[in-house]
Nanobody
């Protein structure tokens, strides 16, 4: 049974920081790519950041590059998203998702644009003064 549980969301002022956690159970992160996605009201879901299980390569959306950092702790079966210098436009429900490692020729950037197989329940991030 694949389960993903997000935590760490909340209300933060512009310029502040949050760290989101995604705890996985029922499978090993060794064989899955993990992505963070977000969806704001009236907007389409977008891929924020993804990390490969094969070589640890990462992808970041242009809107968060330089501000967000994705990391993985396989021993704890947990993936993190460190979010710094948050902006009001970062306000959204953030979801983590898992997908089995794709063929070797698929890049993490390409993989992050596909439909992942397993999803968490989401955690709300609100950036407001």
């Amino acid at each position: 049974q694949v389960q993903l549980v997000e935590s760490g969301g909340g209300l933060v002022q512009p310029g502040g920081s949050l760290r989101l956690s995604c705890a996985a159970s029922g499978f090993s992160l060794d064989y899955y790519a993990i992505g963070w996605f977000r969806q704001a009201p009236g907007k389409e879901r977008e891929g924020v950041s993804c990390i490969s299980s094969s070589d640890g390569s990462t992808y970041y959306a242009d809107s968060v590059k330089g501000r967000f950092t994705i990391s993985r702790d396989n021993a704890k079966n947990t993936v993190y998203l460190q979010m710094n210098r948050l902006k009001p436009e970062d306000t959204a429900v953030y979801y983590c998702a898992a997908d089995r490692t794709p063929p070797y020729w698929v890049t993490i950037a390409t993989h992050c644009s596909t439909d992942f197989g397993s999803w968490g329940q989401g955690t709300q991030v609100t950036v407001s003064s």
